[in-house]
């Protein structure tokens, strides 16, 4: 079995106005909470962070099961939005992923349906999905464009 490691180094200062900073191997940012809860809004916030790691990790996982399934596509974008709601106390409520791959050739049924099962699977295989499932409603929504 194969374990990867993963740290993070940080500091804070304050109570919800307060702010802080945390680095890892590829990323350096001031953290603080964000406006509209009565942060400092600077930097980025948890809030953003765990989103930012649902919807890149679920990027990344969509385009290792395209290769997989011997899919080309040009390049997928992705819009992620989440609900962070203080029912019940404050908690992420739900997170929906829109993303949008583009292919060089033209779209058929078989290829949607295909392409179909290949979003289902990439959120099943996303490593933060797992981390959080059961506490994150997580959908995704996908829209398929041709260039061709």
């Not at 802080?20 to 009565?38: C, E």
């Not at 765990?50 to 290769?67: F, Q, V």
């Not at 049924?109 to 289902?120: K, V, Y």
């Amino acid at each position: 079995m194969t374990d990867f490691h993963f740290t993070l180094k940080g500091e804070w200062t304050g109570s919800w106005d307060g702010k802080g900073k945390i680095q890892t191997n590829g990323l350096a940012t001031v953290v603080s909470v964000d406006s509209a809860m009565s942060g400092q809004g600077v930097g980025t916030n948890p809030d953003e962070l765990l989103i930012s790691a649902l919807a890149s990790c679920y990027m990344i996982t969509l385009g290792i099961r395209l290769k997989k399934e011997k899919i080309a596509y040009d390049h997928i974008e992705i819009h992620t939005e989440a609900i962070v709601t203080k029912k019940g106390g404050l908690h992420f409520e739900k997170v929906t992923h829109y993303p949008i791959i583009y292919f060089p050739q033209a779209l058929t049924d078989a290829l949607e349906e295909h392409l179909n099962t290949c979003i289902r699977k990439a959120e099943q295989d996303c490593v933060i999905a797992k981390a959080v499932k059961g506490n994150v409603r997580i959908s995704v929504e996908p829209n398929y464009v041709s260039t061709f």
